[in-house]
């Protein structure tokens, strides 16, 4: 079954100090992931996703399948990325499988 | 922006009550959601539908929740009869395609439900 885990409830780190959301998944296919975000009081949405490979708000995440992993990474972090992270991986053939999320917290 | 709304942001019902929670997606998108998160847990997936027909559904999603697509922008999640542990935050979702093929899906702010 598929299943993702994230180990950390709640992450605290000060501004400008590099961040990384760990995300470990379970799935022996080819999965594609996810991280999705929700900044306080506002919805979930997607961030951004392993295929595209891409940097936004300076975050980066790279699939590493020996380690079943995707962890989020932001070598600076800013007071606006506080908020709650969930990683999601799909398979192909179920609707995305979250996480029980991340909430990092940037101390000024 | 598109986004999908739902109605009501809160509802507070006694337990055996039937509750329904409505959700408008965005209007070019052909795929909707439900998923729920009770308190300090994860994000979980309860149905999927396309075509005016679930596509998938969850073990949460047993006989006493259904779905159902009254008119062409409203999708509904219906709870028969309440419990104690159906109390958790429902969220709509919506995508242009199939999820499996995108893993892009647009969710509104919530529903909260207290049931007591």
């Known amino acids: 079954a598929q299943r993702v885990t994230q180990p950390e409830k709640l992450l605290s780190v000060f501004k400008g100090a590099p961040v990384e959301l760990k995300c470990n998944y379970s799935?022996?296919?080819?999965?594609?992931l996810f991280w999705y975000v929700q900044y306080s009081r506002q919805r979930l949405q997607l961030l951004l996703r392993?295929?595209s490979r891409e940097s936004i708000k300076g975050f980066t995440a790279d699939l590493n399948k020996g380690e079943t992993s995707f962890h989020l990474k932001k070598p600076f972090a800013q007071e606006e990325d506080s908020a709650m992270y969930y990683c999601a991986l799909n398979s192909g053939n179920t609707p995305l499988v979250f996480g029980k999320g991340t909430r990092l917290s940037v101390i000024a | 922006e598109p986004e999908v709304t739902q109605t009501p942001s809160h509802q507070v019902t006694q337990m055996g009550q039937e509750v329904i929670l409505r959700c408008v997606p965005i209007s070019n998108h052909l795929y909707f959601y439900w998923y729920r998160q009770i308190l300090g847990q994860k994000v979980e997936f309860l149905v999927s539908?396309?075509?005016?027909?679930?596509?998938?559904k969850s073990e949460i999603f047993d006989d006493q929740f259904s779905v159902e697509r009254p008119d062409g922008s409203n999708f509904t999640l219906k709870i028969r009869s309440t419990k104690l542990e159906d109390s958790a935050m429902y969220f709509c979702?919506?995508?242009?395609?199939?999820?499996?093929?995108?893993?892009?899906?647009?969710f509104g702010e919530g529903s909260r439900l207290t049931v007591l």
């Open positions: 979702a919506s995508s242009e395609m199939a999820a499996e093929n995108t893993g892009e899906l647009f």
């Open positions: 539908f396309y075509n005016n027909e679930i596509s998938e």
């Open positions: 799935y022996s296919g080819s999965p594609e």
């Open positions: 392993h295929i």
